[in-house]
């Protein structure tokens, strides 16, 4: 036996509002909404509907909680309940023939930012948005096929299926829209909490390690490496876009973290065209592991590399020697695509006031600090001499070049510099270091 309804309320959406008039169930459960919410329902459809929306509203709230990971059920379950049913509430007024806007309310607004920013995807927020429009549909078709015979359900059924997946259409995007633009207001929040300890931590300040390792999303106390990435000249003169340009640089930093067997790298945007990022592991990280293999230098991709140091200090130890590092790179180490602190660590120090190490060079070397070519292969096969602990032969070696073309050489800087090699050999020394990366300019 079906039912029965007046003849009048048959029509369509006469229907439609005379079902959820008729809809009914036992006193239960007390709403999860605030009366605030529930009291403007009751006064338009009646007490009956609203238990019935409470009761469907819990039968949803069941199959969505599988859904959500045991560990956050609990805290999510009390905010997803009245969310639920305020949903259901809502699809029944419009059900009820009320013209709907589809601009969220304060209390969907209020939970969809809560979502994001427990971090819950708009994919399964989507997903739970399913579950609710099918429980619904069931229930109201079931509903509807209670109150007509077969030979009339046909339209009547496909304008409710209608109306509900267009409320459940329209209430997905709404929420899909709101989700996205917390999420991103939530994102530029934590990028700029998160500048603001690296800025503390950089300027050595004191900082809490526990309270900015949770805004960082790393563990302070752990080693840190420092490294820098910037686009070359290659690149520029392609000239290639910002978002281009950062997807290089980030491609560079992926394969630098895999190289470290670092599943932990933090990076920050310095410019449009450089980067700055910290690897972190519980080991001290190997520099070394950082070789040209890392960076393909076909984009113009390079890469300057700090030393491994430990906890709040060494997060801002290790990013000073990355910029050292750079320092040096861009002067005088063009062609490299990587640049590691240890490699330049004394010209970094002894270059850090530009215009003294240019003095000491010129005041050091004297002639053979003139900028010709001939002088410059002088310098060259005097630092490769001092660097071989003075042996002819492995300096040759390394120049490729006869033993009797480095004795020459060797005369010939001395003649240059006013005294032998073995007078001022620390001093010759650096200052040839010096005069390679380029000081003078």
Same mark, same amino acid.
């Given at each position: 036996?079906?039912?029965?309804?007046?003849?009048?309320?048959?029509?369509?959406?006469?229907?439609?509002?005379?079902?959820?008039?008729?809809?009914?169930?036992?006193?239960?459960?007390?709403?999860?909404?605030?009366?605030?919410?529930?009291?403007?329902?009751?006064?338009?459809?009646?007490?009956?509907?609203?238990?019935?929306?409470?009761?469907?509203?819990?039968?949803?709230?069941?199959?969505?909680?599988?859904?959500?990971?045991?560990?956050?059920?609990?805290?999510?379950?009390?905010?997803?309940?009245? +969310?639920?049913?305020?949903?259901?509430?809502?699809?029944?007024?419009?059900?009820?023939?009320?013209?709907?806007?589809?601009?969220?309310?304060?209390?969907?607004?209020?939970?969809?930012?809560?979502?994001?920013?427990?971090?819950?995807?708009?994919?399964?927020?989507?997903?739970?948005?399913?579950?609710?429009?099918?429980?619904?549909?069931?229930?109201?078709?079931?509903?509807?096929?209670?109150?007509?015979?077969?030979?009339?359900?046909?339209?009547?059924?496909?304008?409710?299926?209608?109306?509900?997946?267009?409320?459940?259409?329209?209430?997905?995007?709404?929420?899909?829209?709101?989700?996205?633009?917390?999420?991103?207001?939530?994102?530029?929040?934590?990028?700029?909490?998160?500048?603001?300890?690296?800025?503390?931590?950089?300027?050595?300040?004191?900082?809490?390690?526990?309270?900015?390792?949770?805004?960082?999303?790393?563990?302070?106390?752990?080693? =840190?490496?420092?490294?820098?990435?910037?686009?070359?000249?290659?690149?520029?003169? +392609?000239?290639?876009?910002?978002?281009?340009?950062?997807?290089?640089?980030?491609?560079?930093? =992926?394969?630098?973290?895999?190289?470290? =067997?670092?599943? #932990?790298?933090?990076?920050?945007?310095?410019?449009?065209?450089?980067?700055?990022?910290?690897?972190?592991?519980?080991?001290?990280?190997?520099?070394?592991?950082?070789?040209?293999?890392?960076?393909?230098?076909?984009?113009?991709?390079?890469?300057?590399?700090?030393?491994?140091?430990?906890?709040?200090?060494?997060?801002?130890?290790?990013?000073?020697?990355?910029?050292?590092?750079?320092?040096?790179?861009?002067?005088?180490?063009?062609?490299?695509?990587?640049?590691?602190?240890?490699?330049?660590?004394?010209?970094?120090?002894?270059?850090?006031?530009?215009?003294?190490?240019?003095?000491?060079?010129?005041?050091?070397?004297?002639?053979?600090?003139?900028?010709?070519?001939?002088?410059?292969?002088?310098?060259?096969?005097?630092?490769?001499?001092? #660097?071989?602990?003075?042996?002819?032969?492995?300096?040759?070696?390394?120049?490729?070049? =006869?033993?009797?073309?480095?004795?020459?050489?060797?005369?010939?800087?001395?003649?240059?510099?006013?005294?032998?090699?073995?007078?001022?050999?620390?001093?010759?020394?650096?200052?040839?270091?010096?005069?390679?990366?380029?000081?003078?300019?």
């Amino acid at each position: 036996m079906f039912r029965t309804i007046p003849t009048v309320l048959v029509a369509k959406a006469q229907f439609l509002s005379g079902l959820v008039l008729g809809l009914s169930a036992p006193p239960g459960d007390e709403p999860a909404c605030d009366a605030a919410v529930t009291e403007p329902v009751v006064a338009e459809l009646g007490p009956a509907p609203v238990r019935w929306a409470v009761a469907l509203a819990r039968q949803a709230m069941g199959e969505v909680l599988p859904n959500i990971p045991e560990e956050r059920r609990m805290p999510l379950a009390s905010r997803l309940a009245p +969310a639920i049913e305020n949903m259901v509430l809502e699809l029944l007024l419009t059900l009820g023939g009320r013209a709907r806007t589809f601009s969220l309310n304060a209390g969907e607004v209020a939970i969809t930012a809560y979502l994001a920013g427990e971090g819950i995807s708009y994919e399964r927020i989507v997903e739970g948005l399913r579950i609710v429009r099918r429980v619904c549909t069931g229930a109201l078709l079931d509903e509807a096929e209670a109150l007509l015979p077969a030979s009339r359900r046909a339209p009547v059924t496909r304008e409710l299926t209608e109306v509900v997946n267009d409320f459940f259409d329209k209430t997905t995007d709404a929420i899909t829209v709101e989700h996205l633009g917390q999420s991103r207001r939530l994102l530029a929040r934590r990028l700029a909490d998160q500048r603001g300890v690296i800025r503390s931590l950089l300027d050595g300040e004191s900082v809490d390690a526990a309270t900015a390792g949770r805004v960082l999303e790393k563990d302070l106390t752990a080693h =840190h490496l420092g490294l820098v990435a910037w686009l070359g000249k290659p690149a520029s003169r +392609a000239g290639a876009r910002p978002e281009d340009a950062r997807h290089l640089l980030e491609e560079a930093l =992926h394969s630098a973290a895999v190289a470290l =067997h670092a599943a #932990d790298l933090l990076s920050v945007e310095a410019d449009a065209t450089t980067l700055w990022a910290w690897a972190t592991s519980p080991r001290p990280l190997d520099a070394g592991a950082l070789t040209m293999a890392c960076v393909d230098g076909a984009t113009g991709v390079r890469l300057a590399v700090g030393r491994s140091a430990r906890g709040p200090a060494g997060f801002r130890r290790t990013h000073l020697a990355a910029l050292d590092a750079r320092r040096a790179a861009l002067r005088s180490r063009p062609s490299e695509p990587v640049t590691r602190y240890d490699e330049v660590a004394l010209i970094s120090l002894s270059s850090t006031d530009s215009e003294r190490a240019a003095w000491f060079v010129a005041e050091e070397l004297g002639a053979l600090a003139a900028p010709d070519r001939a002088t410059a292969d002088l310098r060259v096969t005097l630092l490769a001499y001092l #660097d071989r602990g003075s042996s002819l032969v492995r300096a040759a070696e390394a120049l490729h070049v =006869h033993r009797n073309t480095v004795v020459y050489r060797l005369r010939r800087a001395e003649e240059l510099l006013g005294r032998t090699t073995a007078e001022r050999t620390l001093e010759t020394h650096l200052a040839l270091r010096l005069a390679v990366a380029g000081y003078p300019s």
